[in-house]
């Protein structure tokens, strides 16, 4: 079974900076785009960010571009969201999640999730 | 408030059969395939329906999908107990070149 994990979320202050890393061993991170997904806490699900396999290319939704930088490291299997200025509205679980294995990704299709990992920002 | 419209939520008795739509416009739905997610309560969202109307390994017969022009409809026959979790559709928009998800819909079983 396919496990993407999570790591590196926790509570912040208002305006400061946090990378999350996904990791996983059973699956070869460099054939997908890569995207991050997050949920505010009792609300919906809201696309942030997706790469290229090569890294050379990301999208981002319109409220974190700037402050937010996806990045990955294929010789690690690994993929990373860094988070600058961060608000209150930043907060929420953030999932990594596989995307398209093609060279371009015009569709939102996970097969593979990971389990979340919590941001909180608050003062 | 998303781009993409669903309804809040829908309810029926087991056995019966709902149906989710999403409405969106021409520079996502309409123009971009549209995949479906299942979230249970506390967990991560699981893929139900990916290019409009395929289902994965693993996804029951009993879910379908559909696409007409900028709308799609997700829909559950034969209600069980455990299909209650939101339900959301997603899709790309080429006009703002971003992933966008649906508001999310609760399914509810009487």
């Known amino acids: 079974e396919v496990r993407l994990v999570e790591s590196g979320g926790g509570l912040v202050q208002p305006g400061g900076s946090l990378t999350l890393s996904c990791e996983t061993s059973?699956?070869?991170?460099?054939?997908?785009?890569m995207s991050w997904v997050r949920q505010a806490p009792g609300k919906g699900l809201e696309w942030v960010a997706h790469?290229?396999?090569?890294?050379?290319?990301?999208h981002y939704v319109d409220s974190v571009k700037g402050r937010f930088t996806i990045s990955r490291d294929n010789a690690k299997n690994s993929l990373y969201l860094q988070m600058n200025s961060l608000r209150a509205e930043d907060t929420a679980v953030y999932y990594c999640?596989?995307?398209?294995?093609?060279?371009?990704?015009?569709?939102?299709?996970?097969?593979?999730w990971g389990q979340g990992t919590l941001v909180t920002v608050s003062s | 408030q998303s781009v993409l419209t669903q309804p809040p939520s829908v309810s029926a008795a087991p056995g019966q059969k709902v149906t989710i739509p999403c409405s969106g416009s021409?520079?996502?739905?309409?123009?971009?395939?549209v995949s479906w997610y299942q979230q249970l309560p506390g967990t991560a969202p699981k893929l139900l329906i990916y290019e409009n109307n395929k289902r994965p390994s693993g996804t029951p017969g009993r879910f379908s999908g559909s696409k007409s022009g900028t709308s799609a409809t997700l829909g559950i026959t034969g209600l069980q107990t455990g299909d209650e979790a939101d339900y959301y559709c997603?899709?790309?928009?080429?006009?703002?070149?971003?992933?966008?998800f649906g508001g999310g819909t609760k399914v509810t079983v009487l």
């Open positions: 790469i290229r396999q090569d890294g050379n290319e990301q």
């Open positions: 997603a899709t790309w928009d080429h006009n703002v070149s971003a992933g966008l």
């Open positions: 059973e699956f070869t991170l460099s054939n997908y785009w």
């Open positions: 021409s520079s996502n739905i309409g123009s971009n395939y």
């Open positions: 999640a596989s995307a398209c294995s093609g060279p371009s990704c015009t569709k939102l299709q996970s097969d593979y």
